[in-house]
């Protein structure tokens, strides 16, 4: 079993110390977030819990529980998302320069195949233009291109009541260009995260967050796993239990 943790919370952020004792109770009680009086009961020994994939934006607070974490016998590895929005976009967040200095520190006391670099979803507007958005990627990239296993973009969705518009074609095909250029200047691997558009002439493949070869690299064994049918019909992440 895949745990999430979480996309939909902020688990490593908000909630590490309480993550942390529901590993040491070995099970977790999950409502469902469309009908919070169902509740599901799931159990987090070592033995049932293949791998732990931690999303989060600001990784710091889980950092003194990680060696208890990995002591217990759990693999996981983490998808941060570090992008170039200020406190207009992204308020309440630590500097960009803080959260790369953790993302550094944590790709070598982890190693760089358990750093995920998340530079998503990419907006524009008149502040955060195209090339606003390469020059800052390019700056990122100096400093976590070597110690990130990859990188992993996506472009706006819009859903109701978002205030920002979907990415005009033109537009996702001159930041595709741009960032591949970028992205292979530091050999860095790019992919996409449930985007339609093939974007493999600008050397950026489709890849999954929740991603089964990655994880099989990581534990030493394979896992037959189908795709999440959970998730949006582009997403090629492998089922998993969201624990948020």
Request: net charge negative; hydrophobic share 35%; charged share 25%.
């Amino acid at each position: 079993m895949i745990i999430s943790a979480s996309r939909r919370t902020d688990i490593p952020a908000l909630y590490p110390e309480w993550f942390v004792n529901r590993l040491r109770a070995g099970e977790v009680l999950v409502p469902n977030p469309y009908n919070r009086k169902k509740v599901k009961r799931i159990f987090l020994s070592p033995e049932t819990v293949d791998c732990i994939v931690f999303w989060t934006k600001n990784p710091a607070p889980i950092l003194p529980y990680l060696r208890e974490i990995t002591d217990m016998g759990y693999e996981y590895y983490f998808q941060v998302t570090i992008t170039d929005y200020e406190e207009d976009i992204e308020p309440d967040l630590p500097c960009t320069a803080d959260v790369m200095a953790t993302f550094l520190m944590m790709s070598e006391r982890l190693g760089k195949e358990r750093m995920d670099w998340r530079f998503d979803p990419i907006l524009l507007t008149k502040k955060y233009s195209v090339s606003y958005h390469l020059e800052q990627f390019e700056m990122m990239c100096r400093w976590l291109g070597g110690a990130a296993s990859r990188c992993i973009t996506s472009f706006v969705d819009t859903y109701k009541n978002c205030p920002y518009q979907e990415l005009q074609e033109e537009d996702i095909l001159k930041l595709a260009s741009g960032l591949g250029k970028i992205a292979r200047a530091y050999q860095l691997p790019l992919y996409t995260c449930a985007e339609k558009m093939n974007l493999e002439r600008f050397g950026i493949g489709h890849s999954a967050c929740i991603d089964k070869a990655k994880i099989g690299s990581l534990i030493g064994y394979k896992l037959d796993l189908r795709r999440d049918p959970g998730q949006r019909g582009e997403c090629h992440c492998v089922e998993s239990m969201d624990i948020g």
